[in-house]
């Protein structure tokens, strides 16, 4: 028989993708003998799915409860072919679970590896170092409106990234030549006075982009991520201040 006529069982499970329910349909509108079994087939799902599932060819009891009983040749190949295709999605499930797991496995764990020197006057051979990937580094890097100061006083160095948004004004901070320890915050003031927090952060003792840093980790700038409910139009000025509320750093907008 066609393949058209063989497809009645599935179509009955509905185990069809749209395409190929669609291209029965236009077949079974002018198919008697689809028709026929198609109707026979009514209320079979459960049947054959049960079948589809056992070894061989299922039991004699399943059949003998049906009041409509197809020839043994038809469900011989209705439940070959749910037994086939149900084999095909569970092997596509399982590759895509597996490509899936391998994305979560990798994602977070992106790293570069670097090469230490000895540094002046240290002495000491190479040592090799994973740095994790810095996910508000490569968005600072991406946006191209900054914005940045130094303070002559406090020597603390600041670069805010500004990005327009739908819900006000994200931004990315650089934070430079800060000491802890420490617990800061950037500060938005808008051009009505208004002042909103942007973003917060600790600096811990060995701070956060020190040219004399003692470790590689202070001598890396901070980049962190934020927003605010101003439009970028409507912002004069940000403000760097710790807890205390002195004042560290101020960068016009």
């Known amino acids: 028989m066609p393949n058209e006529h063989e497809t009645v069982g599935a179509y009955a499970l509905g185990i069809l993708d749209d395409a190929e329910a669609g291209r029965f349909e236009m ?132 670069t805010v990234a500004l990005q ?8 990315v901070t650089e934070l430079r030549n800060v000491k802890g320890p420490e617990k800061c915050s950037l500060i938005a003031v808008g051009k009505n006075g208004e002042r909103e927090t942007v973003t917060s952060w600790s600096v811990p003792s060995e701070g956060y982009g020190l040219p004399d840093g003692k470790t590689d980790k202070s001598k890396q700038p901070l980049y962190i991520q934020g927003g605010a409910a101003f439009e970028m139009n409507e912002i004069d000025h940000f403000v760097v201040v710790n807890f205390d509320g002195k004042q560290l750093v101020e960068v016009d907008a």
């Open 27 to 158: 077949h079974l509108a002018t198919c008697e003998w689809c028709a026929q079994q198609l109707d026979e087939l009514a209320g079979m799902e459960p049947m054959l799915a049960a079948l589809a599932d056992l070894p061989g060819s299922g039991t004699p009891s399943i059949g003998e409860s049906l009041s409509a009983k197809p020839s043994p040749r038809v469900v011989e190949k209705l439940v070959d072919e749910v037994a086939e295709r149900r084999a095909k999605k569970r092997r596509r499930n399982f590759y895509m679970v597996a490509a899936a797991g391998a994305l979560i496995v990798s994602g977070p764990f992106v790293a570069v590896a670097a090469n230490s020197g000895g540094g002046d006057g240290g002495g000491g051979g190479d040592t090799n170092r994973t740095l994790a990937a810095n996910p508000a580094k490569e968005a600072f890097e991406q946006i191209p409106d900054k914005i940045t100061a130094t303070d002559p006083t406090t020597k603390v160095s600041v």
């Open 164 to 171: 327009e948004k739908e819900w006000g004004t994200g931004t």
